[in-house]
């Protein structure tokens, strides 16, 4: 079983940054592909960013690319989302995931583990 847990959601102004980090334990982290996702209120649940196994490949949604950078520590367990430029319509819980497969999605349905999810908040 893995557990994720991530952390470093917090208040923003517009503009600014902040970098989540997702810790996992259990599993074989280093052959999971994983993503981050994001729900904001009265929201469906949206993919954000995703890397594979390797950190070799990536794929961004088109609301955060250029923005945010998705990135990997297998040495850590760890998994990152960098967000830059931030804006008030990023306001979200964002959860991070991990699939037991070796190929990545971007579809939410296709992750087997999921975190308990951080609170990013940006105001205008």
């Known amino acids: 079983q893995v557990q994720l847990v991530e952390s470093g959601g917090g208040l923003v102004q517009a503009g600014g940054s902040l970098r989540l980090s997702c810790a996992a334990s259990?599993?074989?982290?280093?052959?999971?592909?994983m993503g981050w996702f994001r729900q904001g209120t009265g929201k469906e649940r949206e993919f954000v960013a995703v890397?594979?196994?390797?950190?070799?490949?990536?794929s961004y949604a088109d609301s955060v690319k250029g923005r945010f950078t998705i990135s990997r520590d297998n040495a850590k367990n760890t998994v990152y989302l960098l967000m830059n430029s931030l804006k008030p319509e990023d306001t979200a819980v964002y959860y991070c995931?991990?699939?037991?497969?070796?190929?990545?999605?971007?579809?939410?349905?296709?992750?087997?583990?999921w975190g308990q999810g951080t609170q990013v908040t940006v105001s205008s």
């Open positions: 259990g599993g074989t982290f280093g052959s999971y592909p």
């Open positions: 890397i594979s196994w390797s950190g070799r490949r990536t």
């Open positions: 995931a991990a699939r037991s497969t070796q190929y990545y999605s971007i579809d939410k349905d296709m992750y087997d583990y």
